[in-house]
């Protein structure tokens, strides 16, 4: 269906944007409904509907068709999608390195990692070899922030983060990975459980109870328990639970779950540890394909030394990565 176009008298070429509108107009795009949109920005329904109308006309198009359900991107409302979140993308990016700037040239590395991590892991390990190799007073501060599974595409490529540690791999051109370690996944339960003190499980353990799983926040975990579990003609209903309450939970006996075996390094008396028979995942870091920043490559070189001495130090917990199979090509 052809757009229609809304130019106006009062329309001028190349307009300057209002970033108020892209976002109005984003946030319908992604609820489909502007009420819904609205409450998302924590705006009045008329603010939001004013905005998406200015964009409109500024833009001399129709970006939304509407329905007696919500609303509907037009196919020039697709095409601009994109470019809209790049340019906030780029805004923010812009209003984060002026932020971070301070009298020294200090600036800030932010990074994304599965959380809670244990003490003397992978990410531990990298932020101390990043510090110690990068001393004085512009030393890049680091931030570490937690991030579901499928936003750490999107949070790379609009440049809110510069790099991510992940149980996924780079699915696009645009970024660059390296596999860094390889460790066994455990079954845990609660230590006066009548598993607790079993050599080995299998996935099928899993399904005899609540199996406590952040399936939203570790979708590439989930992924690999749920395949296995498919394999061993299992199946599997997880109970959705925060990363951060699973180990207490567990603890105290109202389930269980699938954890990295990194996690014992931290865990609690209360808690056993159980292999799971063949079942292993392998962390990567992951960046931008064009950041040639110093920090971020120092970062990524941090990485590689900590998996280098990890797998060295704890070869019952941490390995090299093995070669992938030649088919094996799911996105981060």
């Known amino acids: 269906m052809h757009e229609v176009l809304m130019a106006t008298a009062e329309q001028k070429p190349y307009a300057d944007l209002d970033p108020r509108w892209l976002r109005a107009f984003l946030a319908v795009a992604r609820e489909r409904h502007f009420g819904r949109a609205a409450a998302r920005l924590s705006i009045g329904q008329p603010s939001l509907s004013r905005h998406v109308q200015q964009l409109e006309r500024a833009l001399g198009v129709q970006l939304f068709h509407r329905t007696p359900h919500g609303v509907l991107l037009t196919e020039v409302g697709r095409l601009i999608r994109p470019e809209a979140e790049g340019v906030l993308a780029l805004s923010s990016h812009l209003v984060r390195t002026a932020r971070t700037y301070t009298g020294r040239s200090r600036s800030t590395l932010t990074v994304a990692a599965p959380l809670p991590s244990p003490a003397g892991g992978l990410l531990s390990e990298a932020i101390r070899r990043f510090r110690g190799d990068r001393g004085g007073p512009e030393q890049?501060?680091?931030?570490?922030?937690?991030?579901?599974?499928?936003?750490?595409?999107?949070?790379?490529?609009?440049?809110?983060?510069?790099?991510?540690?992940?149980?996924?791999?780079?699915?696009?051109?645009?970024?660059?990975?390296?596999?860094?370690?390889?460790?066994?996944?455990?079954?845990?339960?609660?230590?006066?459980?009548?598993?607790?003190?079993?050599?080995?499980?299998?996935?099928?353990?899993?399904?005899?109870?609540?199996?406590?799983?952040?399936?939203?926040?570790?979708?590439?975990?989930?992924?690999?328990?749920?395949?296995?579990?498919?394999?061993?003609?299992?199946?599997?209903?997880?109970?959705?639970?925060?990363?951060?309450?699973?180990?207490?939970?567990?603890?105290?006996?109202?389930?269980?779950?699938?954890?990295?075996?990194?996690?014992?390094?931290?865990?609690?008396?209360?808690?056993?540890?159980?292999?799971?028979?063949?079942?292993?995942?392998?962390?990567?870091?992951?960046?931008?394909?064009?950041?040639?920043?110093?920090?971020?490559?120092?970062?990524?070189?941090?990485?590689?030394?900590?998996?280098?001495?990890?797998?060295?130090?704890?070869?019952?917990?941490?390995?090299?990565?093995?070669?992938?199979?030649?088919?094996?090509?799911?996105?981060?």
């Not at 890049?140 to 983060?161: F, S």
């Not at 370690?181 to 598993?195: G, K, N, T, Y």
Request: a neutral charge; charged letters at 20%; aromatic letters at 4%.
């Open 140 to 332: 890049p501060q680091i931030a570490v922030i937690d991030l579901v599974d499928e936003e750490q595409t999107g949070a790379l490529a609009q440049r809110r983060v510069d790099a991510v540690l992940t149980w996924g791999r780079p699915g696009h051109a645009a970024f660059a990975g390296e596999a860094l370690v390889e460790e066994p996944v455990d079954a845990i339960f609660a230590a006066r459980h009548s598993l607790a003190a079993t050599p080995q499980v299998t996935v099928s353990a899993l399904a005899d109870e609540p199996l406590l799983f952040p399936v939203r926040e570790r979708r590439h975990c989930w992924t690999l328990l749920r395949d296995a579990a498919e394999a061993a003609r299992t199946e599997l209903d997880p109970v959705p639970t925060s990363p951060a309450a699973v180990l207490d939970l567990v603890a105290s006996g109202l389930g269980c779950s699938a954890v990295p075996r990194s996690l014992r390094l931290s865990a609690s008396p209360e808690l056993a540890f159980v292999p799971l028979r063949g079942l292993s995942a392998r962390m990567s870091v992951v960046w931008r394909q064009t950041d040639r920043s110093p920090a971020v490559t120092a970062f990524v070189a941090a990485c590689r030394s900590a998996a280098v001495a990890l797998t060295g130090a704890r070869p019952d917990i941490w390995s090299a990565p093995r070669p992938l199979p030649a088919h094996a090509h799911r996105s981060a």
